[in-house]
């Protein structure tokens, strides 16, 4: 086996990526188009902007408090909005550069291959330990072997149908939570899609199994959304989708909320995670045999641009977070950083699909465990 190390950053370029985000959240810029009849203006949104002699449009969500707000239109009213789109922004490529202060490969100064050994007979097992004190598992043969209370069970098509029998799966976040309802669509021949006349990236989507009565849903979380275009009926909070579920025994919640916001500052992030945690424990007060799964976010491949606005150092700070805040509630884990970090596949905004199917696995297990038969 051979090891390798990557300086990603250094020190120098982790204080520029914090100074951005204290002084430059709106580096990512969006827009909303505002329709009336024969009229049509397009105006700048975000969740904070800077003050002109433009008046402002307010849209803030009366029931998570969640601020989003656009420039006024000249000639139209702010209920004349229909859609959100993200902008593409060119500003800031030369301050980072790979190969120079991002991703620098780091050679050996010695010898760089490291000799596996099989275990001997009288070598003691190794201790779970805690995710939150260490690696919370490890790949071996592109197979992920969790540390810790979960077993990992290797499900086949069949086995799944019935794993999820009379569930009901809720997904809720961005596009690498998409994914995995995509995954469940290819791998589960009695799944069938509606037809919601969706776009094909943003959703909603829904699809039933009526032989083995499953349902399963996917929602986007709210702004920010860096999507070309989405319609602003389709703009929903996960704290409010929670709010309306039933819950039970057969409910299964996931959330993967993270990739959109490692642009704005922490606050913005704790703000969201806050309002989904009230959500989530008034859906365990309500109903405490609920399944709660939270992913966390995941290193991708960093392009020039990307390297200033999704760069994985924002993505360790925002995972301390999202534990930290769930820390105590009785939710499921799915560590989808240490799952990728260590396969073999490179990193990937949307991981291919080994990796993708481990992450399944863990899902099904946390849904049927073994020892529930």
């Known amino acids: 086996m051979q090891a390798e190390v990557t300086l990603v950053h250094p020190g120098?370029?982790?204080?520029?990526?914090?100074?951005?985000?204290?002084?430059?959240?709106?580096?990512?810029?969006?827009?909303?188009?505002?329709?009336?009849?024969?009229?049509?203006?397009?105006t700048i949104c975000n969740i904070c902007l800077r003050p002109t002699q433009?008046?402002?449009?307010?849209?803030?969500?009366?029931?998570?408090?969640?601020?989003?707000?656009?420039?006024?239109?000249?000639?139209?009213?702010?209920?004349?909005?229909?859609?959100?789109?993200?902008?593409?922004?060119?500003?800031?490529?030369?301050?980072?550069?790979?190969?120079v202060n991002m991703k620098v490969f780091i050679g050996a100064s010695g010898p760089e291959k490291v000799t596996v050994l099989p275990k001997n007979k009288d070598q003691p097992e190794v201790k779970s330990i805690s995710v939150t004190s260490g690696p919370s598992g490890y790949s071996y043969q592109g197979l992920w072997r969790a540390l810790g209370n979960t077993t990992v069970r290797q499900i086949n098509m069949s086995a799944t149908s019935q794993c999820l029998?009379?569930?009901?799966?809720?997904?809720?976040?961005?596009?690498?939570?998409?994914?995995?309802?995509?995954?469940?669509?290819?791998?589960?021949?009695?799944?069938?899609?509606?037809?919601?006349?969706?776009?094909?990236?943003?959703?909603?989507?829904?699809?039933?199994?009526?032989?083995?009565?499953?349902?399963?849903?996917?929602?986007?979380?709210?702004?920010?959304?860096?999507?070309?275009?989405?319609?602003?009926?389709?703009?929903?909070?996960?704290?409010?989708?929670l709010d309306d579920l039933t819950g039970g025994a057969n409910t299964v919640v996931v959330i993967g909320v993270w990739a959109h916001f490692?642009?704005?500052?922490?606050?913005?992030?704790?703000?969201?995670?806050?309002?989904?945690?009230?959500?989530?424990?008034?859906?365990?007060?309500?109903?405490?045999?609920?399944?709660?799964?939270?992913?966390?976010?995941?290193?991708r491949s960093l392009t020039l641009y990307y390297s200033l606005i999704n760069v994985d150092w924002y993505t360790t700070q925002f995972n301390k977070v999202l534990r930290a805040l769930f820390t105590g509630l009785n939710v499921h884990w799915i560590d989808a950083w240490e799952m990728v970090v260590a396969h073999h596949l490179p990193h990937d905004i949307h991981p291919q699909?080994?990796?993708?199917?481990?992450?399944?696995?863990?899902?099904?297990?946390?849904?049927?465990?073994?020892?529930?038969?």
């Not at 120098?12 to 009336?36: G, M, Q, T, W, Y």
């Not at 509606?194 to 990236?201: H, I, M, N, S, V």
């Not at 989904?276 to 859906?283: E, F, Q, S, T």
Request: proline share 6%; aromatic share 10%.
């Open 12 to 42: 120098e370029a982790i204080a520029v990526l914090i100074r951005l985000n204290r002084e430059k959240p709106d580096r990512i810029n969006f827009k909303s188009i505002f329709h009336s009849g024969s009229l049509s203006e397009s």
């Open 54 to 99: 433009q008046p402002l449009c307010n849209f803030i969500d009366l029931r998570t408090g969640e601020s989003w707000f656009c420039y006024k239109p000249q000639n139209m009213s702010c209920d004349t909005r229909t859609n959100h789109i993200r902008m593409d922004n060119q500003h800031f490529k030369k301050i980072i550069q790979i190969g």
């Open 165 to 241: 029998k009379h569930k009901l799966v809720h997904l809720y976040g961005d596009s690498t939570i998409r994914q995995w309802f995509e995954y469940f669509m290819k791998t589960l021949p009695g799944l069938k899609q509606f037809d919601l006349q969706e776009d094909k990236l943003v959703g909603p989507f829904m699809a039933v199994d009526h032989t083995n009565n499953i349902l399963m849903t996917y929602h986007y979380h709210g702004p920010p959304l860096s999507f070309k275009n989405v319609p602003t009926s389709e703009l929903r909070y996960v704290a409010n989708e």
């Open 262 to 299: 490692t642009s704005f500052p922490m606050e913005v992030y704790i703000r969201r995670l806050l309002g989904i945690r009230r959500a989530v424990m008034r859906l365990l007060d309500r109903a405490p045999h609920t399944l709660v799964i939270i992913r966390t976010g995941k290193p």
């Open 353 to 373: 699909t080994p990796i993708i199917k481990n992450m399944i696995d863990i899902l099904l297990s946390h849904i049927c465990p073994k020892n529930s038969g």
